[in-house]
């Protein structure tokens, strides 16, 4: 079967399905038109957009749908990471031809929903529509204690840089998709419990999500006075 057989509309039925009922934060989820969140007193809203395209970000040659969908749903909640939020929910916005074939959406759909749980991240809505080549665009809402975000200026000279997790293992991934040696499967893991334990530790006055490389993203930190200096 391809969308086209079951249509928006079905489409859309599938992917209510799976995601299941409303649960925590979520007042209202997939089906009307906006999804309704309550955020608890005291909390500030942060929110995040992220683009996942076929032939730029991805290849179904080298990837499975699950874990196209797996990986972009990661990069999105990194970002709330990065400010010290929990996430809330998130919602997706496919583009896909009519000739898709109906479990790569369903694979994608699984794959969001997979990251989701591990994320707490729950899906609460999105758009479907027609276009040549397929393409996830999510956007990411989280909560944090008002005016504890975590942002990407404040740095100083002589402020130390740390980092966690491993840096260059996704590029190191990819490159091995590339040339031919296996599937690509691994998908970063959002530093979640990081970005919020960093939010409320004293001396912490920056933060970013490295998704770009560490010398790309260190000079989003550095500013242009610091850029200049080095």
Known sequence: MRLRDVGEFGLIARIARAAGPARGAVVLGIGD??????????????????????????RFDRQSPRHVGRFALAACVSDLAAMGARPLGFTAALAAPARLALDVADGLCAGLLDGARRTRCPLIGGNVTRARDVSLTLTALGALP????????????????L?????????????????GRGPLRRVPEPRLRAGRALAQTPGVVACIDVSDGLTADLAHLLGPSLRCAI
Do not use: I, M
């Not at 309550?38 to 683009?51: F, I, M, N, S």
């Not at 980092?163 to 260059?168: I, Y």
């Open 33 to 58: 038109d906006a999804a309704v969140l309550r955020a608890k007193p005291g909390e500030d809203l942060a929110v995040t957009t992220d683009a996942c395209v076929e032939g730029v970000h991805f």
């Open 146 to 161: 008002r005016g504890c975000a975590l942002t990407r200026s404040g740095t100083r000279a002589g402020d130390r840089v």
């Open 163 to 179: 980092v966690t997790g491993c840096l260059g293992a996704s590029a190191l991934a990819r490159a091995r998709a590339d040339a």
